[in-house]
């Protein structure tokens, strides 16, 4: 064979075996399913946390882990399937938001699944015990579901007057009952009338702030919620073309508009989740790692909006709020 041959076809295998090999490369490394239900230019500063947790467990995306991002976009009936793909592709570990779990549940008995709540894990069912939870489930919550009562009477600082106050709820929410009732004993006990609206998707907004109009009630509690959530700068908007004073338990709310913001750290939660997402691609069961629960609890007051909506921010408020912003 003459030289110029050979090289040409030494260099045409090596050519044709540079993509296997790059493909070999790429396989070998551990695949996280990143399951949402929200949307993905919404969540960067969290994934970004959550990408962080890994770094500091040893992983860096691209480098030595491979991630793939689901996302619903607020429509939770996609989350089923979004779950089985990420089953099929066979992922080492799948991450999962408070509405995402069932889905990721029913997809797999075996994949270790590490949920980001915001209610009791075990109250819900979805842990034996938060030390040990067993099974192939663990987590992190913020407890935001449990933190509802405590808005309530935050919302009741600012309008101490009120004498009618309104939840917001997600009905295709897990948490929705939950939320309902822990509620209407709260106001109970703080004497006050509690009206429950429902909305699921964006042409329910303008149902209920007709109705909330009609009820003249003194301000709302948006209950926690990720479709809720990626529509933060729509309701807050809603909230103050209509003078109502408004709390919501992710930080998002105050910053796009909103009143009240109160809540367990979302950014520490996606943290802890990387982290433990790298100790189980390192080994551990997720059956003995007990449940983290973020203990940050932050209080956002948008100072700007209450002087829209005329109200004095209580002093005793102010002293507590982890951020004011002007």
Do not use: C
């Not at 998707?201 to 109009?213: G, Y």
């Amino acid at each position: 064979m003459r030289r110029r041959e050979f090289l040409g076809v030494l260099g045409g295998g090596a050519g044709a075996s540079w993509p296997l090999v790059a493909r070999a490369q790429q396989a070998v490394l551990p695949l996280i399913g990143f399951l949402h239900s929200g949307s993905s230019n919404l969540y960067a500063r969290l994934v970004h946390a959550f990408q962080d947790g890994l770094n500091e467990a040893g992983y860096i995306e691209g480098r030595n882990i491979a991630i793939e991002y689901r996302w619903a976009d607020g429509k939770y009936d996609r989350l089923p399937i979004l779950a089985a793909d990420l089953v099929l592709r066979q992922v080492a570990v799948i991450v999962a938001n408070s509405p995402a779990i069932p889905a990721a549940k029913a997809a797999t008995t075996t994949i270790p699944i590490i949920f980001q709540t915001g209610s009791d894990p075990v109250a819900s069912g979805l842990v034996a015990s938060l030390s040990r939870p067993g099974g192939n489930l663990t987590g992190v919550s913020t407890m935001n579901v449990e933190l509802t009562p405590k808005r309530l009477e935050l919302l009741r600082e600012f309008v101490p007057t009120a004498i009618a106050l309104a939840l917001l709820v997600n009905p295709t929410n897990p948490n929705a009952d939950i939320q309902s009732r822990d509620l209407k004993a709260a106001a109970v006990a703080l004497g006050l009338q509690l009206h429950v609206l429902y909305a699921s998707s964006e042409r329910d907004f303008d149902t209920v702030f007709t109705t909330l109009a009609q009820l003249r009630v003194g301000g709302l509690v948006i209950a926690p919620d990720a479709f809720f959530i990626s529509r933060s700068e729509q309701l807050a908007e809603l909230t103050v073309r209509h003078a109502l004073p408004a709390i919501f338990s992710y930080r998002e709310f105050a910053a796009a508009g909103g009143l009240l913001s109160y809540g367990g750290s979302s950014t520490d939660q996606f943290r802890q989740a990387g982290i433990y997402a790298g100790r189980i691609l390192k080994g551990e069961r997720p059956a003995d790692l007990p449940v983290q629960q973020v203990t940050k609890i932050e209080l956002i007051i948008n100072l700007k909006i209450a002087k829209v909506l005329g109200l004095t921010v209580p002093l005793s408020l102010l002293g507590r709020a982890d951020e004011v912003i002007e």
